[in-house]
């Protein structure tokens, strides 16, 4: 036990699929200090293991599939993964997040994590248990949807606790924004799918019976009864596990922070009555992504009849569900379920999917598609029919949906004619089910994101603002959220600062961040890593880590061609809204954004003209460009 | 028999009033409640957070007394019973 390093499996493996090889490796210690694990230890070996502009499907590119020593089932959240890369969709950092038994599962066979470079001759599958891969032809998987392929799976694989990671036909389609599913959940956003299917790998199954060393398991006991009891009666856990994400929707759409109409609008006075809707029809129980997640914020849904007919299944995600209601003027909740069903089990991400349909439909209004065949379909705002038609032609790219495919931004510069004022993304990435009007420092969230306009990182900014959660962070410098205007925009670059560096440490530590919600803060999050290391390690440090991680990544962007003039927001997202709510209220528009990022960029120490990191900054953070 | 409702964090800023007491037949439960709030208080509630046609809480609304959480229209409340409302946030 001496010279383990406590808290990891220890060994991290190497995939070549060219070869159709793997090779492990020992955890460099150094690494796992200053990157620690999760985005951290893949952004450093992104950006020292991967050239500058290479194509992310060429063979040579890198996927990376990483843990944290966090990710355990004993721990709050720990059934967590993440998949980095450079994004096919925006050519940006790219990372995406997905709650399963995949990642302690994957330690259990013996890995921190998995790079996965090159490209199989033919469709194949990874089969890892304890220590060893093996390849597997995977031809019979080959366009068959994501529960098709997990089943035909299940039946190849010895019994026992076993997690699958698979992609859908949108993968193998080379739809962009293809996403890679771990049973119903997804790690959705900016195309980690249409990675794997360009390299020929359908799935990827971990298995094994492995344990990983705890540095001070005694000490780590007694931690987590006193969290775990505390979360018993958190109102936060409470309400993620009786509402589950959706249940926000209508207080968000009350609050004008509800994108509605392609963001014409931020309310649509609609969501209260559609929660309702899913609450007495489609909603069957909560149900946990991983063994061990007593919040258990999933939720089974189902449509048990009609036209819209759909199984049970794990899914109606708040941020799924809003882009085929409110994005789409939608308000058919069946249609929404099972829209978003489809875009789960074709393996396409339900965001960029939602807001590219948004996109079309007002192409269409304007008159813009002339030169395009809509295969005769009625593209008016509000057609529940052709949301599942259209999520399958994206998934195909048959007809429109081909143009679809590629996300907003690619279609607008197909269409031309202006249509790039309703393509509403940053670097890339289509926007997400909260609005930056309504509480501004999400303004600097979504312009700053390392991986675009995301739904992960940069929606705390609104949960401090408008929902005034701290997470902790207060001790740290975060201001108070009560003493926070919401419709301010001076102060927020600042605090948006601090907010990136406390929230995305669930990534780098490798749990899931609603747990942050619910109050297992960055002191918690030190105290239970340092029994898991052996380590002792501050909330401070943990802070720095995760500073050093954000700025690496922004060096990656800075390197693939990124600049200051890609941290700026739509100019309709700035725009005080077009009907609703808040039509008439200055204050819910975005006055001078540009003053925002320099307050944002001076934080950082990030230089305020070209906004790269400064040399002090790197230096300060061990960091070198 | 009494019983408090007392509005947590952003709900109490929101309505103004943190502290509510409510007057309830001996015997009450949580669907009593109810129906003193719709009577006395939806008017303040916002539509996202107080459904008037079934008289009950819509959306991420968390009632909380002592360590209990009180989730179900039949359970019986108490004299000098507390009762925490925590509008949370939940979307992701
Ligand atoms: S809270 Fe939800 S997303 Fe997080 S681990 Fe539990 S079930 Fe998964």
């Known amino acids: 036990m001496g010279n383990a390093l406590m808290g990891y499996a220890g060994n991290y493996l190497s995939i070549n699929l060219s070869t159709l090889t793997g090779s492990s490796g020992s955890i460099d210690r150094d690494l796992a200090r200053n990157y620690i694990g999760g985005t951290g230890i893949a952004a450093r070996l992104l950006y020292d293991g991967q050239k500058a502009g290479l194509d992310p499907l060429s063979p040579e590119s890198m996927v990376i599939i990483a843990t944290g020593p966090l990710t355990l089932n004993s721990i709050p959240g720990g059934g967590s993964v993440e998949l980095c890369f450079k994004s096919p969709h925006t050519g940006a950092w790219s990372e995406a997040r997905a709650g399963s038994d995949f990642g302690p599962d994957l330690r259990r066979a013996g890995f921190d994590y998995l790079v996965i470079q090159g490209k199989a001759p033919r469709p194949v599958y990874a089969y890892i248990s304890d220590g060893r891969v093996e390849f597997r032809p995977a031809e019979h998987l080959a366009g068959k949807l994501v529960s098709e392929k997990m089943e035909l799976i299940r039946k190849e694989i010895p019994k026992g606790n076993s997690s699958i990671a698979c992609i859908g036909p949108a993968g193998e389609h080379g739809v962009t924004y293809a996403s890679v599913m771990f049973g119903d959940r997804a790690a959705g956003r900016t195309g980690a799918g249409t990675v794997l299917g360009s390299k020929n790998l359908l799935a990827i199954v971990v298995q094994g019976t492995g344990e990983v060393p705890i540095g001070r398991p005694e000490a780590l006991k007694g931690l987590l009864k006193g969290y775990f009891n505390e979360l018993r009666t958190n109102p936060v856990a409470i309400g993620f596990h009786d509402y589950g994400t959706i249940g926000d929707l209508g207080a968000n759409d009350e609050k004008g922070d509800w994108p509605t109409r392609n963001w014409q609008s931020n309310s649509w006075g609609k969501g209260a009555e559609l929660l309702d809707r899913f609450m007495k029809h489609n909603f069957i129980k909560p149900y946990p992504c991983y063994r061990g997640c007593t919040i258990s914020c999933g939720r089974k849904v189902r449509v048990s009849e009609g036209q819209y007919a759909t199984p049970e299944h794990g899914g109606a995600e708040y941020e799924s569900i809003s882009c085929f209601t409110a994005y789409v003027l939608n308000e058919n909740m069946d249609a929404a379920v099972h829209a978003t069903y489809l875009c789960n089990q074709y393996g396409i991400d339900s965001i960029s999917a939602g807001a590219s349909i948004a996109f079309l439909l007002e192409c269409a209004e304007a008159g813009l598609l002339q030169d395009f065949d809509t295969g005769g379909l009625d593209l008016s705002w509000g057609n529940a029919e052709i949301l599942p038609v259209l999520v399958r032609m994206i998934a195909n790219r048959e007809g429109i949906g081909a143009l679809l495919a590629d996300g907003v931004k690619k279609a607008a510069e197909r269409i031309g004619r202006g249509s790039e004022k309703f393509a509403i993304h940053v670097k890339g990435l289509e926007g997400p089910a909260h609005d930056p009007r309504s509480g501004k420092s999400l303004a600097v969230s979504y312009g700053t994101g390392n991986r675009g306009m995301c739904h992960i990182h940069p929606v705390e900014a609104m949960a401090w603002d408008a929902g005034k959660m701290d997470w902790g962070l207060c001790r740290y410098g975060l201001p108070d959220p009560y003493e926070v205007d919401r419709w301010a925009e001076s102060g927020k670059g600042a605090a948006v600062a601090l907010m990136q560096n406390g929230l995305n440490l669930p990534e780098i530590l490798g749990t899931c961040k609603f747990f942050m919600y619910a109050g297992v803060g960055v002191d918690k999050l030190a105290a239970m890593l340092s029994c898991v290391t052996d380590h002792d390690v501050s909330a401070e440090e943990l802070l720095e880590v995760s500073e050093r991680v954000i700025n690496l990544q922004r060096l990656f962007n800075v390197r693939e061609g990124f600049s200051k003039a890609d941290d700026m927001l739509p100019e309709r997202v700035c725009a005080v809204p077009a009907f609703g709510k808040y039509a008439h209220e200055p204050a819910c528009g975005i006055s001078d954004f540009p003053a925002m990022l320099q307050e944002y960029y001076e934080a950082r120490g990030w230089d305020p003209v070209t906004g790269i990191p400064s040399d002090a900054t790197l230096a300060r953070l061990g960091l070198k460009k | ?92």
């Open chain 2, 1 to 92: 028999m009494r019983v408090s409702l007392i509005a947590m964090g952003l709900l109490a800023k929101e309505l103004g009033t943190p502290e509510y007491q409510m007057d309830l037949p001996e015997g009450a439960c949580l669907a009593d409640l109810y129906d003193r709030i719709d009577a006395e208080m939806a008017d303040r509630l916002p539509l996202s957070l107080w459904n008037r046609g079934e008289k009950r809480f819509r959306g991420a609304v968390v009632l909380i007394s002592g360590s209990k959480v009180i989730r179900n229209a039949d359970e019986r409340l108490f004299d000098g019973q507390e009762i925490k409302v925590f509008k949370v946030v939940v979307g992701g």
